[in-house]
Structure formats: structure tokens, C-alpha cells
């Protein structure tokens, strides 16, 4: 059994949604994810996949998207991204799994998952308080989004005995590597690994993978893996 990662995975075989216009690199890249998926994964795994999952504006429109996502091997973890506008409350995305049959999927929201010697933790994240054109509105879901990390680290209860897996969405620090709250709360919990997304293209290079202040942080955007899910342990 592994523990695996990969972002913004940006599914749209419900939508119109060509992803080839911001590069060459995601030319038929459904194809080259369920192909390089299908050669990495097996059923024993899990996948973590924190956030950009579908451009569905809503949840029903997602159905073709998760069914891919059914599809494919491994038990997935899944969070919110920016782009999830389909995302809704936990009753209803879990109604919506049972409904589907969907029993390789479940969501992360305020809550943590066991898995053999890691615990995963996580939320969507948000900006940079040093970003610019970071506001008011900004301040309050950033404040909500640190909350929402507690909420996940304490729904462990206390339990030392494992290793502690957090998946961001976005990046918890800014391109001068300022660390931010959320690593501060990360600290606190002595967490191991944070893995995040939401970065593509010529920003994948600003920021690289390293270790800071005693976590381990790993960029995993499909596109920045190449369509390849990350083993992380």
C-alpha cells in the first residue's frame, strides 16, 4: 500500500474545457492521466488529489468526471480546489457518492483520513496575505481556511502514534518562501509531508520542493509531474 498525489487533475468530459491553450503539455492530457494512473496505481493505493478536479459548474454536470475517476485503481482523497465551483455541503457530496456508487471516492472537509501509518489531513488553503491585491474578503476565508486546518489536525484526537500527511491546494507560502500560518499550525502538529497544487506553467519553477522548518513540501500539479501521480511514501 502506497500513498500517492497529484492535483489539478482539470477534467472536463462534461464541459467544453480545452486545456492545450495554456500549453503544449496538455495536449490529450485525460488520455496521458488515465494512462500513466493505470501504470502507477493499484488498488491497494491511495491517491491524494487536492483540488482543480473538474470544471463542472455543479455537481450533477460532474458526473462523467468522477465516473473517470471511479474508473481508475487506488482509493481517492479528494479536496477543494478554486475552480470547484461544483463543491457543496459534506451531506450532500456524500449523498452524492452513495447515490452514484461511487467506492473509491471520499471527500476531505474538516476531517482526516487513517491510512496504515499516516494520518491525511488537509483543506483548500488560500493567497498569500503578502500577495498582492490580498483584501478583506481574502482575510476572512484565509482566517476560515487556517480554522478548517485545525479542524482536520484535531479530528485525529491526539493520536502521536503516526505520521501526519497535509494537502493544501495552494502553496502555504508566497515566491519570497515566507512561511505562512498554515505552516505555522503544521508545526504545531508535527506534521511530516504537505503536499499542494495550484501552481502550472512558468510558476512551477518559482517555487521547488524542499523541506522547511522541518516539513517536507512537494509541488503536485499534474502538469509539473507530467500526468505521473507522485509516490510521497
Known sequence: MGI???SDLHLSLSIDKP??????????????????????ISDDDYVIIPGDISWATYLEQAYKDFMFIESLP????????????????SNKLHEYLKKNNFST????????????????CGTRGWKD????????????????ELERLKLSLDSIQNNK???????????????????SKF??????????????????????????????????????????LNFIPLKLV
Open 19 to 40: 486545456m492545450d491553450i495554456f500549453g503544449e503539455n496538455w495536449k490529450n492530457y485525460m488520455e496521458l492521466i488515465e494512462e500513466n494512473w493505470r501504470k502507477t
Open 4 to 6: 500517492y498525489g497529484m
Open 129 to 144: 496575505p503578502d500577495d498582492e491585491g490580498f483584501n478583506s474578503d481574502d482575510k476572512k476565508i484565509y482566517m476560515r
Open 74 to 89: 487506488g482509493k481517492k482523497i479528494i479536496s477543494k480546489g478554486n475552480h470547484d465551483y461544483w463543491w457543496t455541503t
Open 105 to 120: 471516492i471520499s471527500f476531505m472537509h474538516n476531517n482526516s483520513f487513517n491510512c496504515n501509518d499516516f494520518f491525511i
Open 183 to 224: 505552516i505555522e499550525i503544521m508545526k504545531n502538529y508535527n506534521v511530516t509531508i504537505c503536499v499542494y497544487g495550484h501552481l502550472h506553467s512558468f510558476a512551477n519553477y518559482n517555487i521547488s520542493n524542499e523541506e522547511i522548518d522541518g516539513i517536507e513540501f512537494k509541488l503536485i500539479s499534474s502538469d509539473y
Open 161 to 179: 502514534s503516526k505520521k501526519i500527511i497535509v494537502a493544501l491546494h495552494y502553496p502555504p507560502y508566497n515566491f519570497k518562501k515566507k512561511s
